[in-house]
């Protein structure tokens, strides 16, 4: 199976693509709120820039996939009458949550199972992360990015396990890629910013990245020098913190939970803009534009918000990542089964 | 529930619908659905380590012999947001583990279904009925 966990289509979503959609208001930029008709000025920091500080989470859009149900067409946004309907899928989550006696039909499985994840606290308005195309869907890769030789493990999650090196960048816990960090999934999507003087620095939960990011007008850096989450420069624009991200590694992480899906190339720029719309409100938006991999730029949107007491937790990951260990052991333990089968079949 | 459960190779008695593989690697990768596993356990020690925590257990087989596993549980973030902490599991309880072990047949599992020996779940949602809030918060 492919770490497409992201793009897993929920229990939710499922219900929510069987609805009958209607086209929405205008993006909003909380789950829940009302399409914002008065502009929010947020605090400033001692130095005069907007404060965003804090530590915010997509956890509202857990469970949306990134490309939309092609059923859904061109309708991004949940009528009134959906959105309750997903408050109540919501609310019977959390009950079942609570229940404190396993249900008689329990499933049992080798996935994780359901009280693993976090939980959206209101249902997200939007049917898909993609908002631009108009329906919704990553666009077409071109000719060549079809047929590039992928590195193993690069954007794959149940990898042929013959080496560590098989494994995904997320599993080895070196790094979910620039999208991959923030694209909500079933846990760890805690984002916590943090100002100073000509720099804005953003602090991911999960594989604990730490993006520094220069305001100071500074041209990137080297095209030769590249890495996993690129080189980023930042600007505001009004209250909006923009920032564009170039200079990464190709070939290491896709466009989709977690850094799956196809890998984007060197040439991938992300503009990634960061709008405060309240004061626990923020919309975030990114256009990834890579044309070694894409025909056409495209653009996901998804709000962020900050919750009483929700904090980043430490993520030391790959200190305790037994499932590396134990992937590469099992897959051996398989191959001397069928070895063994093979030999008695000769005998 | 049976005092002495010791593993269970009653496959098809299990529902083993596909249930995706979403968290942070492909637990097919890792656990075999051709050895479902059901037994008790006492519990020795909790690891809080990312990417997943992992309990560890004694299983004391029919013959009388226990046995170390390790079953393995959530992230340690997820746990702390629905309101686990250090002492939500102390050494000594009891639990009963349902799931799945190891493909390389050592004695690890996954806790598909874990519950105290009266049936109660051993995670349940957060008092506080909020998902992000921090460790301990007040029930609402």
């Given at each position: 199976m492919k770490h497409a966990f992201l793009q897993c289509v929920s229990m939710l979503t499922v219900a929510a693509a069987s609805l009958a959609l209607t086209t929405g208001?205008?993006?909003?930029?909380?789950?829940?709120?009302?399409?914002?008709?008065k502009k929010w000025e947020p605090a400033k920091t001692p130095w005069g820039d907007p404060d965003l500080q804090g530590t915010w989470t997509s956890?509202?859009?857990?469970?949306?996939?990134?490309?939309?149900?092609?059923?859904?067409?061109?309708?991004l946004y949940l009528t009134e009458e959906d959105l309750a309907q997903r408050e109540k899928q919501l609310a019977r989550q959390r009950e079942n949550d609570k229940q404190e006696f396993v249900a008689a039909d329990q499933r049992v499985g080798t996935g994780p199972p359901g009280h693993w994840g976090e939980r959206a606290r209101r249902p997200c308005?939007?049917?898909?992360?993609?908002?631009?195309p108009a329906n919704g869907r990553m666009p077409e890769l071109i000719p060549e990015a079809k047929t590039r030789p992928i590195l193993e493990g690069a954007g794959i999650n149940?990898?042929?396990?013959?080496?560590?090196?098989?494994?995904?960048y997320y599993i080895r816990c070196i790094s979910r890629g620039v999208t991959g960090s923030i694209f909500?999934?079933?846990?760890?999507n805690g984002q916590n910013i943090v100002q100073a003087p000509g720099y804005a620095t953003i602090l991911q939960e999960m594989v604990h990245e730490a993006r520094v990011i220069p305001l100071d007008g500074r041209p990137h850096a080297n095209a030769d020098i590249r890495s996993y989450m690129g080189d980023s420069r930042g600007h505001w624009e009004g209250n909006t913190l923009v920032v564009e991200t170039t200079n990464f590694l190709g070939?290491?992480?896709?466009?989709?939970?977690?850094?799956?899906?196809?890998p984007t190339s060197d040439a991938l720029k992300l503009t990634e803009r960061y709008t405060p719309v309240g004061p626990n409100d923020m919309r975030y938006e990114v256009t990834i534009d890579d044309p070694k991999t894409f025909t056409q730029p495209f653009k996901v949107a998804f709000p962020l918000t900050q919750e009483p007491g929700y904090q980043n937790f430490e993520?030391?990951?790959?200190?305790?990542?037994y499932a590396m260990f134990d992937s590469l052991s099992g897959a051996r333990a398989k191959e001397r089964e069928q070895a063994a089968a093979a030999a008695a079949k000769k005998q | 529930m049976k005092k002495t459960v010791g593993i269970v190779f009653a496959a098809g008695a299990l529902l083993l619908a596909g249930v995706p593989a979403?968290?942070?690697?492909?637990?097919s990768a890792e656990f075999d659905t051709d050895k479902p596993i059901k037994f008790k356990g006492t519990v020795t020690k909790m690891e809080w380590i990312n990417p997943h925590a992992w309990i560890h257990i004694d299983v004391k087989g029919e013959d009388g012999k226990v046995t170390e596993w390790m079953i393995e549980a959530a992230a340690p973030n997820s746990l702390l947001r629905r309101?686990?902490?250090?002492?939500s599991l102390p050494v000594g309880t009891e639990i009963v583990v349902e799931g799945f072990q190891a493909k390389d047949s050592a004695n690890r599992a996954n806790g598909s279904v874990i519950t105290f020996?009266?049936?109660?779940?051993l995670f349940i949602g957060n008092p506080a009925g909020d998902?992000?809030?921090?460790?301990?918060a007040p029930e609402k």
């Open positions: 208001p205008a993006f909003t930029q909380s789950a829940t709120s009302a399409p914002a008709t956890d509202d859009c857990i469970g949306t996939p990134l490309n939309r149900p092609a059923n859904l067409g061109e309708k308005r939007q049917t898909s992360l993609i908002v631009d149940n990898p042929r396990a013959d080496s560590w090196e098989d494994f995904s909500p999934v079933i846990y760890g070939n290491r992480t896709g466009v989709g939970g977690n850094g799956g899906g196809t993520y030391a990951c790959h200190e305790g990542n | 979403w968290a942070h690697h492909a637990f309101g686990w902490t250090k002492n020996t009266d049936g109660r779940k998902p992000g809030a921090a460790p301990g």
